[in-house]
């Protein structure tokens, strides 16, 4: 059983920083492209970043140049790294894997970004 767990969200003021770890068990991570997701409330959730087993990236374009994905295969995790962080950054942040044909995702880590 493919299992996500997100950690690190929390209360930031506006210009701060977080960082975003996702923890996966029950696959072999190092074979899984992972994604960061995110949901406002009253909006869709949508993508903010990819990466790739090999560690190829791509990017929001609201994201773009503040926000960085990575990878430790060796700890499972996957990151997320927040800098410049804006009040339209508030939402709570999912990580997701697919495996086969199933989309397997985290409960969520809730980001607050004050003004």
């Known amino acids: 059983q493919v299992q996500l767990v997100e950690s690190g969200g929390g209360l930031v003021q506006a210009g701060g920083s977080l960082r975003l770890s996702c923890l996966a068990s029950g696959t072999i991570f190092r074979f899984n492209a992972m994604d960061w997701y995110r949901q406002a409330p009253g909006k869709q959730r949508e993508l903010v970043a990819h990466?790739?087993?090999?560690?190829?990236?791509n990017y929001a374009d609201s994201v773009k140049g503040r926000f960085t994905i990575s990878r430790d295969n060796a700890k499972n995790t996957v990151y997320l790294q927040m800098n410049s962080l804006k009040p339209e950054d508030t939402a709570v942040y999912y990580c997701?894997?697919?495996?086969?044909?199933?989309?397997?995702w985290g409960q969520g880590t809730q980001v607050t970004v004050s003004s």
């Open positions: 997701k894997t697919v495996v086969g044909p199933y989309n397997y």
């Open positions: 990466i790739t087993s090999g560690g190829n990236t």
